[in-house]
Structure formats: structure tokens, C-alpha cells
């Protein structure tokens, strides 16, 4: 593991803006698709390809490497641009997002791209895809850990229930769990469509060890991850406190930006806000 | 007269004529023993159970392998997608519970991380058919085998009896990709032996009159009603032919329309709706190839309810009789 030190930490502040560039510039040539989480999830996607996993882009089967699987798929976006940056495919492929005959489909699907390790879309499913990857890996005594990287708004589902029940009875301690608390899904605030809080509290009633941190400051975030790894008798859920459609004021915040993507004139204002900050996207209480 | 290459089971015959008992055996019990047969044969086949363990007769594999079970509880979408994690990780997980339930409640689960990803996941729906018994229509699927063969990627088995349960399992932990099989709660009659040819994507000839006027192509328990119902025709003078249809997707179409040929008329027999089932499917190849007059033995648009098998198979005309009365009713139709 790279050590984490400042210049390491301003590198991937630079790489997430990026990345949010090009997700804006894969949405409006795609003409639909989900930015708000795409954009919330920037900081936390450059920090789990470019710093946590264990992973090879020129080798995407290498059986010993860290899973990441993206449960909430429809911020596939945020995916495919940071697995494009970290050398899984061409940066040029990006904006055949939602095409005809693209890898890059409106929701990942694993067989189309090397790298995507569970097709997801369809909501609540992930955690207990990725419980079956831990599982796997205990059996084979393998050293690899799985991550899952979940929504809020998904916690409505009864599935998500069900498996963080079966890997708090498993102890699945090669599982870490990540959960995009940006507060908003479709029809609007979560608390308002199906209340979920207290979202650490549950966790922990169910065998959990829950950590809570800001998603925009990934020193943060890496060393929750990091704390997660030395947990040998539970899972951990890492509840990451994002904003949604961080980086673009006119998307923070506003669930009305959960699943549409910005016209013409939206990205190129999106665009030009994001080339001005550069590395300056930062939490707002650091 | 029953096709002796295939060595069925020779009490049938005699069991048609009253003089002796066929055995019989409850085809769960097959999967049963054939889920530690292909835990013997590779480490990687591990079982799933959603608190229907010795219900589903996963209990023998779970004894000698636990560190290959795992019990996830009443949660069928779990039971689905967990195992859906194991198929893409080097794993052949089997999954079991009633068929109502799994497929029938995780039916996108299913879809999605298993079909479409394409993932090593066997889906085993127990407890099929009417014929589940007094439990009443919430037990009895009778839409599992149309829910299973419409998603791409998915193959589906019906097995007449335990021995070519059995054989289904074992060739399902051998065959890669997503694979769906019912089983029957009740026992039925031991139709094969276990040198009954079981080969995936192949119909075989059971019954074969000198000049079959009608086929009778039949899946899962009913096939001994269907035989039975053969042997009666032809003490009538009635000639047919009866087909073991066990693997429903892919099909032996090729044998399909061969039968067809031969005969002109067909008769399909299932305990399942006569929509979507594998009547439909015969249907489907047949509209395309080769069209015939056909009935349908099956579930008639209805629900189940409470009662005993036999009385139930009555009821919704998928007896002997009702087998007998279609083939009259399919001859009349020729042109």
C-alpha cells in the first residue's frame, strides 16, 4: 500500500475532479442517466481504485483481487469513468455510455465489461451478491476483501434487510459495506419517502461494526476503510456522508438531479465550475 | 409397448395390470441424494436453504458437508442473490425452497444476478404441482416452469421420478450456467432405473405402438399417467407413443418434430399451467416447424386447493382417463 501522505492525497483530489468532468461529459452526450450520485460518489470511487483495492486494470480475472460491487448501479457513471482513468478501457470508450452495442450499459452488466464483478440496476440485490463473493472467498481461504458500495434510498428494500442479517450471523469479517448517505432518492428526501435513520444504530444492532464519515474527505474515508480491515469479528458498514451532486452548485443537494442528466448548456456550465475548482472539492468541514 | 432399451422399471407393466406395486419414492428424495453425489464429485458445490432443509432433503448434503451449507432463513431474495455472489466466484451453489417461493417470490432476483449475469446458480423448486396436496393453492406452483424458461441464459429439467432426479442434479453441478428444476412433494411411482439413459436436451421414446396415431409428450410424475394411460389406449386399439419431455429448455426439438411427424397429433401432459408450461413450448416449435393438432393436459387457468393428491389430479383432469379422452379427442381432429 501507497502511504497516504499530502501530494498522494492532492493527486486523487485532482483525479476525482476529473473523473466528475467526465461523468458530466458521459451524461449529456448520453442524454439520460443519473448525475447526482454519480457525482457524490467521485471522491470515494478515485479513492477505492486509486488507493484501497488490491486490483489489477490490465489483468480484470486476476482471481486474488479486491471485488468492488456497485449494488446502487445507476451511478454506473461514476464506474465506468473511474475504472476507464485506472486502465480497465480507453478513456474514448466513456461516451458511448447508453449506446448501441457499448460496454458501457445504462446499468452495469458484468458479462459486457471485464472488471463489472455483479450486473445491478434493480435495487436492494448487491449486499447479499457480495456476502456470496466473502462467502466464496472464506472457502477458498482466500485473502481478497469485498466491497460493496450501497445507496441510502436502497435500504427500502427488504433485501438489504435480509443480508445484513446473514452477514452479521456470519461474522463476514472480509466484508466491508459503503453507503451513499446523500439523504435523496427519486421522489424525494429519504426521510420523507421511508425514514431510515438511525441508520447506525440498526447496523449495529445486527452484529455490525458501523463507522460514519465524510465522503468528500478521503483521507477520512481511506483510514475508515483501513479500520474496517483490522475488524476480525464483524463486518463494517462505512456510512459516508455524501453531497449529492457534489462539485456542480447547481446540482448540490437537489433531488430533482437524482436521475436526469444536464443539457447542453448545464454541462457546459457543470464543466467550467469543475475546471475552475480543480483540487478544491473538499468536504466543508475540514 | 415400453421401449426396452431404455430398461425402465419392469414393475410397470405389471403395475398397469393390477397384479403387483410399483415402488414409489417422493423425486425431492433423488435431488436429496443426487446434491451429495455431486458433492463427492467437486469441492465446489455448495447448498443454500431458506429454513426448508430436510423439506427440501438438503439435510443428507448439509450433514456431511456444513461447511458447505449455508442456512440464510426465511428469505428467498437472499437465498437467490447470495448465491448469485458464489456463481460468479468458482462455485456451484444449489438453492432450494418450495417453488412459490424461490423462484416464485425472487423472481427478479433471479432475473437479474442470476439469468443475466449469468451466474452457476441451480434453482431447485420443490413442492410443485397440485399434487403438494392439503397444504392448498399458496404451496402448489404451477407457473414455475413458464417463469423459468422465459429468461434467456436459463435452462429447465423436469424429472419424472427420484432416480432421474437424481441424475438431474448431478448433470446440473456439471453443466455451467444457470439452471432450474422442480420437484414433487409426494411419492410417485419409480418410472426409470438407474440405467434409464438421462441425457440434457434429450427426449426419449418410452411407449412405442406399431403405428402411433397420437403422441403423448409428457414431463415430471404425470409421465406414469401418461404411459398408463398408453398401455389402456391400446388395449382399445388406440396407437400412440409417449415422450419423456425432462428437458424443457433447451428442448429436443429435433425429436419433437419428428414425433410430430410420425404422428400428426399430440397430447402434452404437465402438472403446471397449460400457458407458458411445457406444452407451450412444444406449441412454440411446433407452430414454427410443424403444426398439429394438440391438447393439453394441465392446469387449466385455475388455482389449486386443498385435498389429496389423487383427488386433485381428478379434479383438474390430468388423470389417466383425462389423458385418454385428449388422444381420442386430438385423432378425431386430424384432417
Same mark, same amino acid.
Given at each position: ?60 480475472? =486476476? ?39 457499448? /460496454? ?10 471485464? #472488471? ?28 481478497? /476483501? ?14 438489504? =434487510? ?8 456470519? /461474522? ?74 457534489? #462539485? ?8 430533482? =438531479? ?16 469543475? /475546471? ?11 | ?18 397384479? *403387483?406395486?410399483?415402488? %414409489? ?30 423439506? !427440501? ?47 416464485? $417470490? ?42 423459468? $424458461?422465459?429468461?434467456? +441464459? ?30 414433487? $412433494? *409426494? ?8 440405467? !434409464? ?38 388395449? *382399445?386399439?388406440? %396407437?400412440?407413443?409417449?415422450?419423456? +419431455? ?48 394438440? %391438447? ?40
Amino acid at each position: 500500500m501507497l502511504q497516504l501522505d499530502d501530494k498522494k492525497i492532492e493527486y486523487l483530489e485532482i483525479l476525482a475532479n476529473q473523473i466528475r468532468q467526465d461523468v458530466i461529459k458521459m451524461l449529456v452526450e448520453a442524454g439520460s442517466g443519473h448525475s447526482a450520485g454519480s457525482l457524490g460518489m467521485a471522491d470515494i470511487f478515485t479513492a477505492m481504485y486509486f488507493h484501497v483495492l488490491n486490483h489489477d486494470p490490465k489483468n480484470p480475472f =486476476w482471481p486474488d483481487r479486491d471485488r468492488l460491487v456497485l449494488s446502487n448501479g445507476h451511478i454506473c457513471p461514476v464506474l465506468y469513468a473511474t475504472m476507464a482513468r485506472a486502465g480497465y478501457f480507453p478513456l474514448e470508450e466513456l461516451t458511448t455510455l447508453r449506446k448501441i452495442n457499448s /460496454r458501457l450499459q445504462g446499468h452495469p452488466h458484468r458479462e459486457s465489461l471485464p #472488471g463489472i464483478e455483479t450486473t445491478s440496476g434493480p435495487l436492494g440485490s448487491g449486499l447479499s451478491q457480495a456476502i456470496g463473493i466473502a462467502l466464496a472467498a472464506k472457502l477458498d481461504h482466500k485473502k481478497y /476483501r469485498t466491497y460493496c458500495l450501497m445507496s441510502d434510498g436502497e435500504h427500502d428494500e427488504g433485501n438489504v =434487510w435480509e443480508a445484513v442479517m446473514f452477514a452479521g450471523k456470519n /461474522r463476514l469479517s472480509n466484508l466491508t459495506a459503503i453507503l451513499d448517505r446523500n439523504n435523496i432518492q427519486i421522489d424525494g428526501f429519504t426521510e420523507n419517502v421511508m425514514p431510515l435513520e438511525p441508520l447506525k444504530a440498526k447496523y449495529e444492532s445486527f452484529n455490525w461494526h458501523v463507522l460514519e464519515v465524510d465522503g468528500h474527505n478521503i483521507s477520512d474515508f481511506i483510514d475508515a476503510v483501513f479500520e474496517a480491515q483490522a475488524i476480525f469479528e464483524k463486518p463494517t458498514m462505512i456510512i459516508a456522508h455524501t453531497i449529492p451532486g457534489k #462539485g456542480v452548485s447547481f446540482m448540490e443537494r437537489d433531488y430533482a =438531479w437524482h436521475g436526469i442528466p444536464p443539457n447542453k448548456e448545464q454541462a457546459a456550465a457543470a464543466l467550467k465550475e469543475l /475546471r475552475t475548482l480543480g483540487g478544491k472539492i473538499k468536504s466543508e468541514h475540514e | 409397448m415400453l421401449n426396452e432399451e431404455l430398461k425402465l422399471n419392469p414393475k410397470l407393466i405389471p403395475s398397469f395390470l393390477g397384479k *403387483e406395486k410399483i415402488e %414409489e419414492k417422493p423425486n425431492r428424495d433423488g435431488y436429496g441424494e443426487g446434491l451429495v453425489l455431486a458433492g463427492d464429485e467437486n469441492n465446489n458445490v455448495v447448498v443454500l436453504c431458506a429454513d426448508l432443509t430436510e423439506s !427440501t432433503r438438503s439435510l443428507a448434503f448439509a450433514k456431511k458437508y456444513p461447511e458447505r451449507f449455508f442456512e440464510v432463513g426465511v428469505a428467498e431474495q437472499n437465498l437467490a442473490t447470495i448465491a448469485a455472489g458464489l456463481g460468479v466466484s468458482g462455485k456451484i451453489p444449489f438453492i432450494s425452497s418450495y417453488a412459490t417461493f424461490s423462484p416464485g $417470490r425472487n423472481w427478479e432476483q433471479i432475473r437479474t444476478t442470476i439469468a443475466y449475469n449469468n451466474s452457476n446458480v441451480k434453482i431447485v423448486g420443490a413442492h410443485s404441482g397440485v399434487s403438494v396436496g392439503p397444504d392448498g393453492a399458496t404451496h402448489q406452483a404451477i407457473e414455475d416452469i413458464a417463469t423459468m $424458461r422465459v429468461m434467456a +441464459n436459463m435452462k429447465v429439467f423436469v424429472p419424472c421420478d427420484s432416480i432421474e432426479a437424481k441424475k438431474v442434479t448431478l448433470a446440473a453441478s456439471r453443466i455451467f450456467g444457470p439452471v432450474y428444476f422442480r420437484l414433487a $412433494r *409426494e411419492s410417485t411411482p419409480i418410472i426409470t432405473t438407474e440405467e !434409464t439413459p438421462f441425457v440434457p436436451q434429450k427426449a426419449d421414446v418410452y411407449w412405442l405402438s406399431k403405428k402411433p396415431q397420437a403422441a403423448i409428450i409428457a414431463s415430471g410424475p404425470l409421465l406414469y399417467e401418461a404411459l398408463f394411460a398408453a398401455y389402456e389406449l391400446e388395449k *382399445e386399439g388406440v %396407437e400412440t407413443l409417449v415422450l419423456n +419431455n425432462v428437458s424443457v429448455k433447451p428442448m429436443d426439438e429435433k425429436k419433437i418434430i419428428e414425433v410430430a411427424k410420425k404422428t400428426e397429433a399430440i397430447v402434452t401432459v404437465e402438472e403446471h399451467q397449460v400457458m407458458g408450461g411445457m406444452g407451450g413450448a412444444v406449441a412454440e416449435i411446433l407452430a414454427k416447424n410443424y403444426p398439429v393438432p394438440m %391438447e393439453f393436459i394441465g392446469m387449466q387457468d385455475v388455482f389449486g386447493e386443498s385435498g389429496q393428491p389423487n383427488e386433485l389430479i381428478k379434479k383438474y383432469k390430468m388423470s389417466k382417463n383425462n389423458i385418454i379422452s385428449a388422444v381420442k379427442k386430438v385423432i378425431k381432429r386430424k384432417k
